[in-house]
């Protein structure tokens, strides 16, 4: 049986249409599990939306919509989104589907009859953006607004369902001594591990007199915390109050976060496992934020970046490949027009797309459109294949840690490093002489720059799935997504003989958006 290998996003509330922010947690997610297919694992790649709570009620009252309604609308617009930008999710769940909401009431019942809930009062502030319970000194801290969102916290004082989450401070802070992987980067993890330091307190799980959310199974008049309704999805999405067939790919490998909802994903999430007696995820990955042009993305100031935009002008893999590229995952990064248009000109016009059509172009005028077999090398040869061989362990080991720039470096490394090559043994001259070493020669030159270009494109279809596809089109590479990538990450797998064909430039240059 093939290991497994299980992705999360986080489920994104429909109380607005999606953004950048969703759109980069997705496309890392997507080019991790398609990497990991290409490694012949079994995949599990969970996407979906968080439909309940407050936050929701009161977004659906105002467009004078029923939640579900809005829940439907928006939920499309996710759906619509994510295929443009060839997202390769295996399940999209929604927390008001049917399977979600029987498993989380068997959950909350095992709960209760385990006495991890009890009924008891909170008094306090609380973000309904957030959806949140704030205590007294960080409503201090934020004068008394929500540290997201900036809008004012409302004072609550109501019964609840509590989760005896201090019950199991000192486990958590047990497992984060010895897995310090568990949170990432490392910044996220000492923030984790010094606030669960300080110690925890229990969690209110339940909100009265709401209208939309699950029922506590045990008082009809509560409806389940979103928090926690919503965290349990990762585990509900894979059956698992019958832990058959799905239930194989738990413990998730990574959850990808943003960091604002590290809290609930790096402590409560945990300690509820801990209470189900279900084996904690192997890593929470908390990322940055994205500013636009320097400035913090709202509403206000109507800069928020749309994804639909870039894809309608650019191509889904050009937007893919900046956000992965511009900055280190975990990090804040800032998106500009003008860093957008010098990556897609320079990494993806220039070095990826030109390389490309200076090889076919080459290929067709000198060898009748066929990839010629490959003779005596020489030194030039030598360091290309070096730099095509190792490229596999750069681009393992980056993903290992989710360091996407870093992979995207070693790649268009290769690229650059067959350009210098043909820059260094100039072809278009070899072609001009009439002796058969020099015909042998430039057979050899055409050959190593097909196979970079075909090496190329494998290690960079995780990223760019739709332009790569054109790549092997152009190259008849008829293989491609039939090898596992032990056999087409290799140097040598194309064969001599195949036909190639010249097609539109891959990354046409751009002037302005």
């Known amino acids: 049986m093939a290991e497994t290998f299980y992705i999360t996003t986080p489920i994104y509330y429909v109380n607005d249409v999606p953004h950048i922010g969703h759109a980069y947690t997705t496309i890392a997610a997507d080019v991790l599990a398609r990497y990991h297919r290409t490694c012949g694992r079994d995949v599990h790649f969970l996407t979906g939306t968080d439909e309940h709570g407050q936050k929701i009620a009161q977004a659906a009252q105002e467009q004078n919509l029923e939640p579900i309604e809005l829940a439907d609308r928006v939920v499309e617009g996710f759906r619509q989104l994510w295929r443009k930008l060839q997202i390769s999710n295996d399940d999209f769940i929604r927390t008001s589907q049917p399977r979600h909401e029987k498993q989380m009431t068997q959950i909350i019942t095992k709960l209760i009859e385990r006495d991890e809930i009890y009924l008891g009062h909170y008094e306090g502030w609380y973000s309904v953006t957030q959806e949140q319970f704030v205590n007294d000194t960080e409503a201090a801290e934020h004068d008394y607004k929500c540290a997201v969102s900036g809008k004012p916290l409302q ?136 500013t ?14 749309d994804p639909a935009e870039y894809l309608d002008t650019y191509g889904p893999d050009a937007f893919r490949y900046f956000l992965l590229r511009e900055v280190p995952f975990g990090r804040d990064g800032d998106f500009s027009d003008e860093s957008f248009l010098r990556r897609y000109n320079t990494e993806l016009g220039n070095d990826v797309g030109n390389l490309l059509s200076r090889t076919t172009n080459m290929i067709e005028r000198y060898c009748q459109g066929k990839v010629p077999k490959r003779g005596q090398i020489t030194a030039d040869e030598n360091a290309l294949e070096k730099t095509g061989r190792e490229l596999a362990d750069h681009v393992d080991r980056a993903l290992a840690e989710c360091k996407f720039h870093t992979a995207l470096e070693a790649i268009l490394g290769l690229a650059a490093a067959a350009n210098r090559y043909i820059d260094a043994t100039e072809p278009f001259k070899l072609a001009k002489q009439s002796d058969s070493a ?44 039939q090898m596992s990538l032990d056999e087409s990450g290799r140097w040598g797998a194309l064969p001599s003989g195949t036909v190639v064909r010249k097609g539109p430039p891959l990354f046409p240059r751009m002037d302005k958006k």
């Open 292 to 305: 636009h042009d320097g400035q913090k993305m709202s509403k206000s100031l109507g800069n928020f970046v």
């Open 438 to 481: 020099s015909r042998e020669r430039l057979e050899t030159v055409l050959y190593h720059c097909a196979e970079a270009v075909r090496l190329l494109s494998v290690f960079l279809s995780p990223f760019m799935p739709a332009s790569m596809e054109k790549v092997w089109q152009q190259l008849c590479w008829e293989q491609a997504g």
């Open 155 to 290: 004072r609550v004082k109501e019964a609840n369902y509590f989760f005896r989450l201090s019950r199991y401070g000192d486990r958590l802070l047990d497992h984060l001594d010895k897995h310090k992987d568990f949170v990432k980067p490392q910044a996220r993890f000492n923030e984790v591990y010094s606030r669960v330091k300080e110690g925890l307190r229990d969690l209110a799980i339940s909100r009265p007199s709401l209208d939309w959310g699950i029922r506590m199974p045990n008082d009809p008049g509560h409806t389940i915390y979103v928090w926690v309704d919503a965290l349990c999805n990762y585990i509900t999405a894979l059956n698992y109050t019958d832990q058959a067939d799905k239930w194989r790919y738990w413990p998730a490998d990574f959850q990808f976060i943003g960091k604002d909802i590290l809290w609930f994903h790096a402590v409560i999430w945990p300690c509820l496992l801990m209470a189900l007696d279900v084996e904690l995820p192997r890593c929470v990955f908390a990322h940055g934020w994205w």
